[in-house]
């Protein structure tokens, strides 16, 4: 009998023990669960993660479409109305103070082009005759000022204190259309920076008003 009892204390051991090993499987599958769950979760964060990559692209190409189409929408240094030479004109594309003129320390020297143009194009004689198809407008003041001053345009040959103005359509062979009357009004003019200022100038057969800001071309020349 006391055998018989000890064997079946082992047995009961032996099964207890059993039955701890299937609960250890029972947490594992929960745990498992747990597991997948988790992963389940990670996977909704990675949608909403890439949601808001989605949100921020769009964002981005409508700020750059925007700057890019407002750029382009008839900007400029300066402004144009009018015309001269049988041309319409109606864009500052470049405009310029340029370093050597004829007479550097006597007169300031400014020219507006209605197409992109680099300064490198203006720094030999002879380019009006080399930009082709592009329109330009020569303002020259008689007199240096650093600004703060309005001038006459009274035709080809102006005195001190006044200005000429003359607009040329680039061809082979340029010509000169020469403003007869109106006014420049030269509000800032620095030596290595630029100038600003504005224009309401008659030709004989147009006019053209408008302003400028100008950058500056140290190797410009008159043409």
């Not at 329109?135 to 080809?156: D, F, P």
């Amino acid at each position: 009998m006391k055998t018989t009892r000890t064997i079946l204390l082992f047995l009961g051991v032996s099964v207890a023990a059993c039955g701890g090993t299937s609960s250890d499987s029972n947490y594992g599958a929960s745990s498992s669960g747990a597991t997948t769950s988790g992963n389940t979760a990670g996977t909704g964060t990675a949608s909403t993660s890439t949601g808001g990559a989605t949100t921020t692209t769009g964002s981005s190409t409508g700020s750059s479409t925007g700057s890019s189409t407002g750029s382009g929408a008839g900007g400029g240094p300066g402004s144009i109305m009018g015309s001269a030479q049988g041309q319409s004109v109606t864009n500052v594309a470049t405009a310029y103070a340029i370093g050597m003129s004829d007479d550097p320390t006597g007169t300031t020297v400014i020219y507006l082009f209605d197409k992109p143009t680099d300064c490198s194009k203006t720094s030999a004689a002879g380019w009006d005759a080399k930009l082709a198809g592009t329109n330009s407008l020569e303002i020259k003041t008689i007199g240096k000022t650093a600004g703060g001053k309005q001038y006459k345009v009274t035709g080809a040959q102006p005195a001190a204190g006044e200005a000429y103005v003359a607009f040329t359509h680039s061809k082979a062979a340029p010509v000169d259309d020469v403003a007869t009357g109106g006014t420049v009004r030269l509000d800032s003019y620095t030596d290595g920076k630029g100038a600003t200022g504005a224009f309401d100038v008659t030709f004989a057969d147009g006019s053209l008003k408008g302003s400028f800001n100008a950058g500056w071309c140290a190797t410009g020349v008159e043409p």
